[in-house]
């Protein structure tokens, strides 16, 4: 971070980039315990109807109509727009983590 940059001008830059981004763009959602693993012992996956294709190819299994949600993977997208400001955890400028109380999410861009 330089010098002159604030932690919240930076707080408003990562929650800028998560309002940017709309549904097409969105791999799965991950909701489950922090600082755990996330093999989904511990928490959940879920996927878009529109790359359970992609996804499926990406896991190498087939991701089933059960772990599909599109109305889920939007109301994890709004929490974590809606707590950005606990800090945001970026991997690659894809992958997407907030910890709110004893929750974590991560969204997951496609590739």
Known sequence: MKKDES???VAEKIAFKL???ELFQVDCVYVGKPDDCMCGCRGRY??????QK???DRCGYKVTVDEVDDKRVMRVLNK???NSHLGVQIIKNRIFT???GATQYTLFLVK
């Open 54 to 56: 992609v996804s499926s």
């Open 19 to 21: 309002n940017d981004i």
């Open 7 to 9: 932690k919240n001008n």
């Open 98 to 100: 907030v910890v709110v």
């Open 46 to 51: 879920t996927y878009t109807k529109i790359n």
């Open 80 to 82: 974590m727009r809606k």
